[in-house]
């Protein structure tokens, strides 16, 4: 698979030279070009969810990786059940919390890690993955790589803007994973990122790589899920996408472009409005993030919306074509949370703003899914404090939650991270 710079399309790599890098120079991201087209996808949906994935995932990466090393990554990477729920009549969750750090970031997280080690076999260097999270991503990019021989994380989080139980499923662990809290949002914690990488000696120095959705690996991953929406039901669906940096949403319009038949995509973002309000105006104004209960979408300035500008050549009415969007407040997100467990089902907030958001954009006769991206255990004080309901902990939960907490302070500055770094 060939891939280009969307800021510099002169500018080529391969997969095993971009998922290593991370971020393309002059602060681009990799995309491939041109995009395959699947003509077998009925097939391909009538294929259970891991051989489906790792036949998708071969045809993108076979001039590189064989098909066994595909099979054995997705194997044991995508290893975990994604089911879809019936919520009500034409309404479907797509659940995708049973991995083992209980968020969607589980795909990306895992696939990359097996794929970075099988890019860096036997060469001897050291790695360190460098990555923001602002909720999920560090739980699931730290348990990917806990322990991998010749790498190191380091996650960064904006200070008192994640969950408890979201903390202590990545700053506990120790051994190969350093965290540090950041005085600061999670745009802080991003712009941190995207600093170290561009200090080429220091990333030279560390070997820098990215396990952040700016990293094409994970968002390749991401689109075998969608593959598995169209097969539990049946039928060209429109898919509410719960949005913050835009990666996920990315995956999906990349599975769209290959041949799975989406009637269209919902933009669903919380009061982070960037992305609604360029569609509706066509000014782009990133901005700061404002702090929401959907916390893993607080992103005022989200970088894979490049992506998505770059698949669409910068055109204006094909994006507001394909893009159906909205965005909920915390107050409208409250509400969708408790009309979703009047239904029956109980959401985390990130779902809960994709289904308010689909319930506004879903026209007669249409097959709607919403993503569910986090298992609502992880916010369970906001869902027993609003719906007066008890909310036990799964295991995974369990096992941390007692853990104490390992970060260090750090200021939102990029000398303070490279001498902590060094």
């Known amino acids: ?35 395959p087209c699947f003509r077998d996808v009925e097939a391909l949906l009538a294929m259970g969810f891991q051989a489906r994935s790792a036949e998708i995932l071969h045809r993108f990466l076979g001039d590189e990786f064989s098909r066994a090393e595909v099979e054995e990554a997705v194997g044991s990477a995508l290893d975990f059940p994604v089911p879809v729920v019936r919520v009500r009549e034409g309404v479907h969750a797509l659940e995708l919390f049973h991995g ?29 993955v460098l990555t923001a999270t602002s909720g999920d991503t560090g739980a699931a990019v730290a348990s990917a790589f806990l322990g991998l021989p010749g790498f190191q994380v380091v996650v960064l989080y904006p200070a008192g803007r994640v969950s408890p139980l979201q903390e202590r499923q990545f700053a506990t ?30 990333a030279a120095r560390l070997g820098l790589t990215s396990a952040n959705s700016i990293n094409i690996a994970r968002l390749l991953a991401q689109v075998t899920y969608y593959f598995e929406a169209v097969a539990r039901t049946g039928e060209a ?78 055109d204006l009415e094909a994006m507001r074509g394909a893009l159906r969007r909205g965005s909920l407040t915390d107050a409208g997100t409250l509400d969708s949370m408790r009309e979703l467990h ?32 986090a298992h609502p255990a992880k916010f369970r004080e906001t869902l027993e404090a609003e719906l007066g309901i008890r909310v036990p902990l799964p295991p995974a939960l369990l096992e941390v939650r007692d853990r104490p907490v390992l970060s260090r302070s750090l200021p939102a500055d990029a000398a303070a991270l490279r001498a902590e770094l060094l």
């Not at 790599?13 to 120079?25: D, L, N």
């Not at 000014?283 to 404002?290: G, N």
């Open 1 to 35: 698979m060939r891939l280009v710079n969307t800021r510099d399309p002169r500018n080529r790599a391969t997969f095993r030279e971009a998922i290593q890098c991370g971020m393309a120079p002059g602060g681009g991201l990799w995309v491939p070009e041109p995009v």
């Open 100 to 128: 083992p750090t209980l968020a969607f970031k589980d795909f990306g997280a895992r696939f990359l890690a097996r794929m970075l080690a099988l890019a860096a076999r036997g060469d001897g260097r050291r790695r360190t």
């Open 173 to 202: 662990l120790g051994d190969n994973v350093r965290t540090f809290a950041v005085e600061g949002s999670f745009d802080d914690c991003q712009a941190l990122v995207k600093g170290a990488f561009g200090d080429a000696d220091l």
């Open 237 to 314: 669906p429109v898919i509410a996408v719960p949005s913050g940096n835009f990666g996920n949403l990315y995956a999906g319009l990349l599975a769209k472009r290959v041949g799975l038949p989406v009637k269209a995509f919902v933009v669903a973002t919380n009061a982070n409005r960037t992305v609604p309000d360029f569609l509706e105006t066509g000014v782009y104004r990133p901005r700061a993030s404002v702090a929401t209960l959907s916390n893993a979408m607080d992103v005022g300035a989200p970088s894979n919306w490049e992506r998505i500008h770059a698949l669409f050549q910068g």
């Open 342 to 373: 009047g239904a029956g089902y109980l959401p985390d907030p990130h779902a809960a703003v994709a289904h308010g958001v689909l319930a506004g954009n879903l026209r007669p006769g249409e097959t709607g899914v919403f993503l569910a991206t």
